[in-house]
């Protein structure tokens, strides 16, 4: 359909009022059946990622501080079923859990009334797009005080064909000129409201999305469009899940920076870290980073304490000592790390096992130990991936795979913690000049390499947010000083515990 913008009595005043929204509301619209996916549930309801669908939506919108409230369109007879979802997560902007209607126009609707009036922002948001990100709400949110509707899309890589009803094509549109819708589509109350006003007096209405009433009713109300992104998929079909869980596995979080240092101060000052792999390199940096701001710090490590952190009785130790000296721990940070370069088929079975042990069961076991305590104090747990987690590198196989679990086990954890309030993230540092990357790569150019203390810095801003479940990119800043290579000590060298990118 192609808009209209000759002016007319249904045109939008060339000098209209200054909009003034009263707040900002997200409208989730989880009215599907799942049919196309062959389930016996919602397709919104569906796991992903260790969470329903319909919970990784509205963690964006709880997450973004351009919404102020949420509204749910809940399928018939599941509004208990997200209700729960909404409970257990805790969504404090989530305000209203309501039944939707039988059409995607009818439910908007009822959206609508639910809104009440007022004037207001609107987004009008998939519950089954899962991978929205936070800069798309924030550009619509934005783009509402130059235009009173906004929808988003994304270039049309694809040739696109018209074909008529014997499937014989008729045209050929020019792709350059294509996009392919997306959601959220946003609006001022008062369009979308008057747009629905005059579609119902339509007998032949049938728009397929809340952006093609205005078009078609509001024919001279420009509809702004923004940029969407290749990962705000739709999961509609089975090969979706597949590729939504994936895309959630790759996807990378940014470490929320906390710009005044009174705030490190505030959060740390009193709270009881434990490293393990803390003598050296990243785990080293950051005991000193949080002592600095008045944590409480116990690092253990192969080398400086004895403590191999795949024994289970050596992990039990070192958790019971910070305890006992503190009377609580608050985050548990794993740091430890081998890595053994060579073709798996030539690795002799000592260092394979050694590989193993320390870098996933280690974690596994300090994973296990922790949680009596972080349970207490509502903490988190800390563990390190590297970039090759996303594909296996030859020559360090086992390294790439034991890093790719870590990702999997962080995910599965935060999921199984979440009823004790523990968080579980992972941290991904791009080459990182650490000894034990000197030890296996030799000397290597300084501007290629990433601080220690820059991966140190990023895991405390991760220690002290909400983040939970999130793999976290750290990365080297445009016009970062380039790092200096860690020079390994005998000890350091030998034993090896430490993370790299």
Not at 287 to 299: H, K, N, T
Not at 419 to 433: Q, W, Y
Request: net charge negative.
């Amino acid at each position: 359909m192609t808009q209209d913008h000759t002016t007319g009595p249904d045109a939008a005043p060339e000098n209209p009022a200054p909009w003034r929204p009263s707040r900002t509301v997200a409208v989730v619209l989880a009215g599907g059946t799942g049919t196309r996916l062959g389930l016996g549930i919602p397709k919104q309801l569906l796991k992903i990622a260790g969470k329903p669908i319909i919970e990784h939506t509205l963690a964006v919108f709880e997450a973004a501080p351009e919404i102020d409230e949420i509204i749910v369109l809940m399928a018939t007879g599941h509004v208990p079923d997200a209700q729960q979802i909404v409970d257990k997560a805790g969504f404090r902007k989530v305000t209203k859990v309501i039944e939707g209607g039988d059409t995607r126009n009818a439910t908007t609707r009822i959206a609508l009334d639910a809104v009440g009036e007022g004037d207001c922002n609107i987004l009008f948001h998939d519950a089954v797009r899962p991978l929205l990100s936070g800069r798309i709400v924030r550009e619509c949110v934005n783009a509402l005080w130059s235009y009173s509707a906004v929808d988003v899309a994304i270039p049309s890589a694809d040739t696109i064909i018209q074909v008529d009803e014997n499937e014989c094509i008729t045209d050929i549109p020019v792709r350059s000129s294509l996009r392919r819708g997306q959601t959220p589509q946003a609006f001022r109350s008062g369009t979308i409201r008057e747009a629905y006003r005059r579609a119902e007096g339509d007998p032949n209405f049938a728009a397929t999305d809340d952006c093609g009433v205005v078009l078609r009713y509001l024919p001279g109300t420009p509809i702004k469009v923004i940029d969407g992104s290749d990962e705000n998929i739709k999961v509609t079909h089975p090969v979706d899940v597949h590729l939504a869980d994936k895309l959630f596995q790759l996807a990378a979080a940014q470490a929320p920076r906390v710009t005044d240092h009174r705030s490190y101060t505030e959060e740390l000052t009193g709270r009881t870290i434990v490293i393990f792999g803390g003598s050296y390199g990243i785990g080293h940096d950051l005991a000193e980073l949080a002592r600095r701001y008045g944590a409480q710090v116990f690092p253990f490590s192969r080398s400086s304490t004895g403590t191999h952190v795949e024994r289970t009785e050596d992990v039990e130790a070192a958790l019971k000592s910070a305890f006992e000296a503190t009377g609580r721990i608050d985050h548990v940070v794993v740091t430890a790390g081998i890595l053994e370069k060579g073709a798996l088929t030539e690795m002799d079975e000592e260092t394979m096992d050694r590989v193993l042990q320390v870098n996933f069961v280690g974690p596994v076991i300090a994973a296990r130990q922790s949680l009596p305590y972080l349970q207490q104090t509502k903490g988190q747990l800390l563990l390190y991936t590297s970039s090759s987690y996303t594909r296996g590198r030859a020559q360090y196989a086992l390294y790439s795979s034991t890093k790719a679990a870590l990702v999997n086990l962080t995910q599965a954890l935060s999921d199984e913690w979440a009823e004790f309030g523990v968080r579980v993230n992972c941290i991904n540092p791009e080459r990182t000049a650490t000894p034990m990357r000197t030890k296996a790569f030799g000397e290597e150019p300084e501007h290629t390499l990433l601080a220690a203390e820059t991966v140190a810095q990023a895991s405390l801003d991760v220690l002290i947010s909400e983040l939970t479940g999130q793999v976290i990119d750290v990365r080297r800043a445009p016009g970062e000083a380039p790092a200096v290579p860690a020079q390994p000590t005998p000890a350091e060298a030998d034993a090896a515990t430490a993370s790299v990118g």
